[in-house]
């Protein structure tokens, strides 16, 4: 009798929580149907049109758009996504920097050679991939304005080289007030310093204000959601490898349930490979980038390092994904299996999906995994998502 009754608590128990996610699910499905509308319709467009990426070309000219705007301000590139007829429109650019004293023939030569840079405390800031071109011919770094993911506090001058990089890409709009949005990380996991998180927004969205655009802001985990599960009805787990940072967000019907951030990502594994085997960071971040594949057996030395810590960064991160779900009283109830999408630069090399499952085989989240797959087109899946919720968030 005594087992009975416990199999027929279990099956109420079981009951229960049915009953509570289909509620929980009819409450969701209500405010998504009260924002449903022409706005929401054209987002959902925007998201089936094909992306034409490319390298910003330093002689082209910034334009002024006459519609929203989506914007990834990353470690190491800067996105910027316009909506077009048939496609969408997405410009990158390096987030790099290096100055050089102020003379009036350098000036002259820099100019006619294309070179993006501005004037400021008797230097020119020379920006984006020239600075890249300058540094490798000076044999140096170039300097960054994003540091793990944020604002760098090593760079007064971080925010001016920001926005200088923007305006080169996008004049001031033609609507006055257009929309911008722009993504940003969630609070860093097992630290109490969210407030550089906080500073990071905030000064963002001032000078994208003084820009002339009205800006909003999106967790990066989130617009990866929104570029790359619609399918999934918005719903499932949304990580951005990144140079600095890896973002999650957990999302349900469109609702960012969990955000936060681990601050190691792709300039991790090269510092912590370049250290191993005694050759600078940035050799390490081309050979990655190049050829480098984790879907066959190392070669060499760096080879080997690349795996290792490729190996180390994907546990920490579904070690935190393990801690951050099992934890949080914020879990909503699905009984379905769910997806998890990566994107992001760091997600790109051959096998990182295959090490990724075989990993997370390891661990036991709290919530069932459906599939775990590339973002259709990595570097810009934040910035395509940036710009669906600019395009649902502007006026008719």
């Known amino acids: 009798m005594a087992d009975e009754k416990k199999q027929k608590d279990f099956q109420n128990r079981v009951e229960e929580l049915r009953q509570k996610e289909g509620e929980t699910k009819k409450i969701l499905k209500n405010k998504e149907?009260?924002?449903?509308?022409?706005?929401?319709?054209?987002?959902?467009?925007t998201s089936q049109k094909p992306v034409k990426s490319k390298e910003r070309d330093s002689s082209e000219p910034a334009e002024s758009p006459m519609s929203p705007v989506g914007l990834d301000i990353g470690t190491t590139n800067i996105v910027v996504s316009q909506n077009r007829r048939n496609y969408i429109d997405s410009k990158r650019e390096l987030d790099a920097f290096f100055t050089v004293p102020k003379s009036k023939f350098a000036g002259n030569i820099l100019k006619k050679?294309?070179?993006?840079?501005?004037?400021q405390d008797e230097l020119f800031y020379i920006f984006g991939y020239s600075a890249e071109n300058f540094a490798n011919m000076f044999n140096t770094n170039t300097r960054r304005t994003i540091k793990n993911g944020i604002i760098s506090a090593d760079e007064k001058d971080g925010l001016s080289v920001i926005q200088a990089i923007i305006l080169s890409m996008l004049k001031k709009p033609k609507n006055s007030g257009e929309i911008l949005c722009f993504a940003v990380p969630g609070a860093p996991f097992e630290s109490k310093d969210s407030g550089s998180v906080v500073y990071h927004e905030e000064?963002?969205?001032r000078s994208i204000d003084h820009m002339g655009y009205s800006p909003i802001s999106i967790n990066e985990g989130m617009a990866v959601v929104l570029s790359e599960l619609g399918d999934n009805d918005y719903t499932g787990?949304?990580?951005?490898?990144?140079?600095g940072m890896c973002n999650i967000c957990l999302s349900y019907l469109s609702f960012p349930v969990i955000t936060y951030s681990i601050q190691m990502a792709g300039d991790y594994i090269d510092s912590m490979v370049g250290m191993s085997v005694g050759e600078p960071a940035t050799k390490i971040k081309s050979?990655?980038?190049?050829?480098?594949?984790?879907?066959?057996?190392?070669k060499g030395r760096i080879d080997t390092a690349l795996n290792i810590f490729y190996e180390d960064l994907i546990s920490k991160l579904i070690i935190s994904l393990e801690r951050v779900f099992s934890s949080s009283d914020q879990m909503p109830m699905i009984s379905r299996s769910i997806p998890i999408v990566l994107s992001g630069g760091?997600?790109?090399p051959e096998g990182c999906i295959n090490k990724f499952e075989t990993i997370l085989s390891k661990y036991k989240l709290p919530i069932k995994i459906s599939e775990i797959r590339l973002a259709e087109d990595p570097l810009n899946s934040a910035s395509r998502g940036a710009l669906m919720m600019a395009v649902a968030e502007s006026e008719e």
């Open 33 to 45: 149907d009260e924002k449903e509308g022409p706005n929401l319709e054209k987002a959902k467009l």
């Open 113 to 119: 050679n294309d070179v993006l840079y501005f004037e």
């Open 203 to 205: 000064c963002l969205k």
């Open 237 to 243: 787990i949304g990580i951005s490898m990144g140079g």
């Open 287 to 298: 050979i990655k980038e190049s050829n480098f594949s984790l879907s066959s057996a190392p």
């Open 346 to 348: 760091t997600s790109m």
